[in-house]
Antibody, heavy 120, light 110 residues
Framework: EVQLVESGGGLVQPGGSLRLSCAVS????????MHWVRQAPGKGLVWVSR????????TYADSVKGRFTISRDNTKNTLYLQMNSLRAEDTAVYYC?????????????WGQGTLVTVSS | QTVVTQEPSFSVSPGGTVTLTCGLS?????????PSWYQQTPGQAPRTLIY???TRSSGVPDRFSGSILGNKAALTITGAQADDESDYYC??????????FGGGTKLTVL
């Protein structure tokens, strides 16, 4: 069974840092591009970042560029999102998502999300 | 700044048909934007319904269909059921490798 399990969320002060993890199982992690998507409380989905299969290529939304870093460890089957200089507007549930292999441009599996709250 | 537009809300009667749309603030949506559609109920992760404009994801009932209508992507639900009451999001792939979600449509079935 394919599973994506996020962790690492919590309460952090503005300007602080947090690292999210997404542990995957049930498929060959190194064969898939991966993404992070977030959703502020009561708001819509927002794409955050993507990483290619071997971690050599990354892309970010303008709102997080320069502050967030996506990475992966294919030996540990884990995706990461390092979040620095956090702001109140970064408060959201963060989902990791797997890119569908056949299409390359949509998500076929999602984790359940981890909540990040940025507040003093 | 490109924005993906969706109707904020829509209502459909049980058994009825509804079409939700996904447009661009500047320009037209085409199949090359690889529109995909996601369903989300409160407190749950999104579920993929449609990808590559009109391909249903595994396990998705055939009452859900996707297409391009005019200059927008469209999600049509034919024979709406009570458990279709959800939020629906479209997503487009932009040329520079950026993905954009629409603001979502809250669908009420009553």
């Amino acid at each position: 069974e394919v599973q994506l399990v996020e962790s690492g969320g919590g309460l952090v002060q503005p300007g602080g840092s947090l690292r999210l993890s997404c542990a995957v199982s049930g498929f060959t992690f190194s064969n898939y591009w991966m993404h992070w998507v977030r959703q502020a409380p009561g708001k819509g989905l927002v794409w955050v970042s993507r990483i290619n299969k071997d971690g050599s290529s990354t892309t970010y939304a303008d709102s997080v560029k320069g502050r967030f870093t996506i990475s992966r460890d294919n030996t540990k089957n884990t995706l990461y999102l390092q979040m620095n200089s956090l702001r109140a507007e970064d408060t959201a549930v963060y989902y990791c998502a797997r890119v569908r292999a056949s299409s390359g441009r949509d998500f076929d599996c999602w984790g359940q999300g981890t909540l990040v709250t940025v507040s003093s | 700044q490109t924005v993906v537009t969706q109707e904020p809300s829509f209502s459909v009667s049980p058994g009825g048909t509804v079409t939700l749309t996904c447009g661009l603030s500047s320009g037209s949506v085409s199949s090359s934007d690889s529109p995909s559609w996601y369903q989300q109920t409160p407190g749950q992760a999104p579920r993929t319904l449609i990808y590559n404009t009109g391909t249903r994801s595994s396990g998705v009932p055939d009452r859900f269909s996707g297409s391009i209508l005019g200059n927008k992507a469209a999600l049509t639900i034919t024979g709406a059921q009570a458990d279709d009451e959800s939020d629906y999001y479209c997503m487009l792939y932009m040329d520079n490798g950026i993905y954009l979600f629409g603001g979502g449509t809250k669908l009420t079935v009553l």
